[in-house]
C-alpha cells in the first residue's frame, strides 16, 4: 500500500473538491469544480475526471489509484446512489458510483458527504481518539454526521442522521428547494444567513447598516460576516438569530445521543465566536441538567473540506 493512493471526491451543493490521499492520509494534490454548472450528471463527470488525470498522472497513473471515495449530499453507500439531493441541479436518482468506476477504472465508494467528513475527523482530525461525536457541516446546506461507538449510523436504508432537515421552527421559512418549512438548514446554512439577512434588511428599512451597501444579488453569508465585525448593528444580529437557531438544534442533538463533542466546519465557521458563542449559550440554556456541560462545540482543525476528502478516500483505502 505505500506506493498506493486513492482519490477522495466531496460533492458540495456549490463546490466538488477533490484530491489524492496516501495511505498515511495526507492529500498530496487537490483541486475543484464547480457542482451545478453542467446540467448533465455524465458532463459533470468527465469534466472532473479531465481535471483529475494531470494528477493521476503525477502518482504514476490510475494503475496506483486503488479506487475512488465520494461523498455527496443524499448519498447511499449501500446502493452507491445519490437519491434526490436537493442542493444540487441532477435530480432523481443518480448512480453515482457506477458512472464514476465506468469513468476511472477502478472501484468506486460512494457515502453521504457529511458522513465521509465525519470518518476524515474520527481518523485524522479533532475527533481522532472519540467514539460518540457529531460532526455537522455549515455550507450552502447543512449536512451532518452521527458516530455512536466508534460507527456512523446510516440507518437501514443509508440515510438516517439528515440533522439539517430536522424542523426546528414548525411552520417556519420555506427551504426552496426541498418545500418543508422551518429546517434548519433553512436557517442556519450560508444560504439561511443570507436569506435572514434580507428578512431583517426588509423588516427594518430605516435602520442604517453597512449591508445596505450590497445589492441582493451580491449580499452573502462573508459580507454579513465582514459587516459584523466592523460593529455593524444588523449583522451581528443575523449572528445572534442564527446561533439561537443552531444552538436549539444542537439541544436536540445532544439529548438524541450524548456525544462527547460537536464537531462545526464549513465556510460559515469562518465567522468563529460571532457564531459559536450565540449557539453555546442557545445549546446549554435548552439542555436538561444531566446534559449541561459535558459537550463541547469545537471547529474543525482540519482545513475546510480536507476532512471530506480524507474520510471519502477512507472508503477505498
Not at 471526491?9 to 495511505?23: L, Q
Not at 487537490?30 to 446540467?39: A, H
Not at 456541560?293 to 471519502?312: M, P, R, T, W, Y
Amino acid at each position: 500500500m505505500n506506493n498506493k493512493y486513492a482519490i477522495g471526491i466531496d460533492v458540495g451543493g456549490t463546490t466538488t473538491k477533490f484530491g489524492i490521499v496516501n495511505a498515511a492520509g495526507e492529500i498530496l494534490v487537490q483541486s475543484r469544480i464547480p457542482s451545478n454548472e453542467q446540467d448533465f450528471i455524465e458532463d459533470f463527470i468527465h469534466e472532473l475526471y479531465t481535471k483529475m488525470q494531470p494528477m493521476i498522472m503525477q502518482v504514476g497513473g490510475i494503475e496506483n489509484i486503488v479506487g475512488v471515495g465520494m461523498g455527496a449530499p443524499n448519498g447511499n453507500i449501500y446502493t452507491g446512489t445519490i437519491e434526490y439531493a436537493p442542493n444540487l441541479k441532477w435530480k432523481g436518482i443518480i448512480p453515482m458510483a457506477d458512472l464514476i468506476s465506468k469513468k476511472f477504472g477502478v472501484p468506486t465508494q460512494l457515502t453521504n458527504d457529511a458522513n465521509a467528513a465525519a470518518v476524515g475527523e474520527m481518523l485524522f482530525g479533532c475527533a481522532k481518539n472519540m467514539k460518540h461525536f457529531i460532526t455537522i457541516t455549515l455550507g450552502t446546506g447543512v449536512g451532518s454526521g452521527i458516530v455512536i461507538d466508534g460507527k456512523i449510523v446510516v440507518g437501514h436504508d443509508g440515510f438516517a442522521g439528515e440533522l439539517g432537515h430536522t424542523i426546528i421552527r414548525p411552520g417556519g421559512r420555506l427551504h426552496k428547494n426541498t418545500g418543508m418549512r422551518g429546517s434548519l438548514e433553512s436557517y442556519a446554512s450560508a444560504t439561511g444567513v443570507r436569506e435572514t439577512a434580507i428578512e431583517l434588511l426588509t423588516l427594518h428599512p430605516d435602520k442604517e447598516s453597512l449591508l445596505r451597501n450590497y445589492s441582493i444579488n451580491d449580499l452573502t453569508s462573508e459580507s454579513v460576516y465582514e459587516c459584523a465585525i466592523q460593529g455593524d448593528p444588523i449583522a451581528n444580529e443575523i449572528f445572534e438569530f442564527t446561533g439561537q437557531i443552531l444552538g436549539e438544534s444542537l439541544a436536540n442533538f445532544v439529548m438524541f445521543s450524548s456525544p462527547e463533542a460537536i464537531v462545526l466546519f464549513g465556510g460559515l465557521t469562518k465567522a468563529g465566536n460571532l457564531l459559536l458563542n450565540p449557539t453555546r449559550k442557545h445549546m446549554e440554556e435548552n439542555l436538561l441538567p444531566i446534559f449541561k456541560n459535558k459537550v463541547k462545540i469545537i471547529f474543525s482543525e482540519l482545513k475546510e473540506s480536507d476532512a471530506a476528502i480524507l474520510g471519502a478516500s477512507a472508503l477505498v483505502m
